[in-house]
């Protein structure tokens, strides 16, 4: 049976890399050979789980393993709640223009909708419903008195039951689960935390990734890797300096390559995403 290849999370997630599938799916092709086999590849910041999706499905002999330190898998089995959601509060604003602000007396019935809800809340689908583009909801409490944006989804979102399908799920600190394979020389590491200096109001985890913690983590990285930025970060003035300056620890890290791409949050904001990457000898 073909397996479908998923080319975006099927629920919205900030930062799911979906523009670097096509150069990640390169990587994997041209440094580990054939179906995977004897390699392991490890999304240690799993995120929407999308790296780790399309790595099994290219490299199905891989041991492939997915960090679900956000929580993902939880949303995937509470579509059907959401899908529910998203039914109650069409009914609230099928009268209002779409892409505008919705005034203030219809907003107190859509946060009664929500505060009523018996089901499960994904807070991820509902600020993509009810927020101006690029906005992120860091609570619920928030989301019931902040001004809300009508662009809800007009469809429900598809089961994804094989989603996860072939991959080993851990929900871990990278503290712990990154020393259990980094002395294997073919574990390919798979990174993409909340760097330092991002915006990291977009994350419910905000206070858990601080410079200590970068630095904690570039001590263990070693090739093979793909490590995830943008400009936001510190990333790459940090890998910069390392090399240049002969930091401990360089000689792991020169040679690395760049592979960049523009991203648009909404008419006003862009930014530059990276991809950075050494396979050392591999």
């Not at 199905?60 to 995937?76: E, F, K, Q, S, W």
């Not at 993509?128 to 944006?149: A, E, H, I, M, N």
């Not at 503290?175 to 993409?192: A, E, G, K, S």
Request: charged share 25%; proline share 6%; glycine share 6%.
């Amino acid at each position: 049976m073909t397996l479908k290849t998923y080319t975006q999370a099927p629920l919205p997630f900030t930062g799911q890399k979906r523009r670097f599938l096509k150069p990640f799916k390169a990587l994997l092709n041209d440094h580990i050979p054939d179906d995977g086999t004897g390699w392991i590849i490890l999304d240690a910041f799993g995120g929407s789980g999308l790296l780790a999706h399309v790595a099994k499905r290219c490299k199905p002999a891989a041991r492939v393993i997915y960090n679900d330190y956000d929580g993902y898998t939880r949303r995937l089995i509470h579509i059907n709640d959401t899908n529910r959601l998203r039914h109650i509060i069409d009914r609230l604003t099928q009268h209002l223009p779409r892409n505008k602000p919705i005034p203030p007396d219809e907003r107190e019935r859509i946060r009664q909708a929500i505060r009523d809800f018996d089901g499960y809340r994904d807070l991820d689908c509902l600020g993509s419903w009810l927020l101006f583009s690029g906005k992120q909801v860091p609570d619920l409490d928030w989301l019931l008195r902040t001004d809300l944006y009508h662009s809800l989804r007009q469809s429900d979102y598809p089961r994804a039951d094989d989603y996860l399908q072939g991959l080993e799920m851990t929900c871990e600190s990278y503290t712990t689960l990154l020393p259990q394979y980094i002395d294997n020389p073919r574990c390919l590491l798979v990174l993409d935390p909340p760097y330092v200096c991002t915006m990291q109001g977009a994350y419910r985890k905000s206070e858990y990734f601080g410079m200590v913690e970068f630095l904690r983590l570039m001590s263990m990285v070693r090739p093979p890797f793909v490590f995830f930025s943008s400009t936001r970060s510190e990333l790459p003035g940090y890998l910069e300096f390392v090399v240049s300056e002969r930091v401990a620890g360089w000689e792991r890290l020169i040679g690395y390559q760049t592979i960049t791409a523009n991203v648009s949050l909404n008419k006003g904001a862009t930014y530059e995403d990276n991809l950075v990457y050494h396979f050392g000898g591999f």
